[in-house]
């Protein structure tokens, strides 16, 4: 597609049900990037995948979060036992190569409210 | 660990004025420095990118600075328009083996009011 895709773009869950949060990013991409935005807040880095693996996942919060990206083009975002404090939009943006000088292209975002 | 800030936190000016949202960042050791907007409810923009070598970017009304030993950069937006209202975010990627996360400031909310 021409840009970062993310599916669904709401999710309205419950306190310790499971969600999955996906991005598609842009055709030929090789790194991505799982971001999370608090109300009021810049976005805060989660997770980078180059290929199918996760070459940095310092960013994730707990061990209830968890990504995948089994083919190295779309990926997917876990979250267990969701809590009220796990509610922000989840961005998800991808870069060429994930060289250091490239710019990174962001998804609009998958808004999670947790109930 | 790398803390970056900008100031002001809102703004709102009437069209057609000049202004200048600012970004500090406290470790100068980065790759490169990106100015983002954000309309609300929407993803990210990107708007600008200047990476470390440079001092400077422009495209159209917009121009972004990059003081890198001071670890300042500042968004300059010309003759503004409504248009232009939304939140304007600056990013820094640090310049560490294998790290490509950027770290972001909170944001400047601009107001162009006609």
């Known amino acids: 597609g021409a840009g970062v895709s993310q599916t669904p773009s709401n999710k309205v869950t419950e306190k310790g049900k499971y969600v999955e949060l996906r991005c598609d990013p842009i055709s030929g991409h090789t790194a991505l990037y799982w971001y999370r935005q608090s109300l009021g807040q810049g976005p805060e880095f989660l997770i980078y995948?180059?290929?199918?693996?996760?070459?940095?996942d310092s960013g994730l919060p707990n061990d209830r979060f968890f990504a995948v990206r089994p083919e190295g083009s779309v990926s997917t975002l876990k979250i267990q036992r969701t809590e009220r404090g796990d509610s922000a939009v989840y961005l998800c943006?991808?870069?060429?190569?994930?060289?250091?000088?490239?710019?990174?292209?962001f998804g609009p975002g998958t808004r999670l409210l947790v109930l | 660990k790398q803390e970056v800030t900008q100031i002001p936190a809102a703004l709102s000016v009437p069209e057609g004025e000049n202004l200048v949202l600012n970004c500090s960042f406290t470790d100068s050791a980065i790759y490169n420095l990106q100015w983002f907007r954000q309309d609300p409810g929407k993803g990210l923009t990107s708007l600008l990118l200047i990476q470390s070598s440079q001092r400077e970017q422009t495209s159209g009304r917009l121009n972004a600075s990059l003081d890198k030993s001071s670890g300042r950069s500042t968004l300059y937006i010309a003759a503004s328009q409504p248009g232009d209202s939304a939140t304007y975010l600056c990013?820094?990627?640090?310049?560490?083996?294998?790290?490509?996360?950027?770290?972001f400031g909170q944001g400047t909310r601009l107001t162009i009011n006609p």
């Open positions: 990013a820094v990627k640090e310049e560490i083996q294998g790290a490509q996360k950027l770290v």
């Open positions: 995948f180059q290929g199918t693996g996760a070459a940095d």
């Open positions: 943006a991808s870069s060429r190569r994930g060289q250091g000088w490239e710019t990174q292209y």
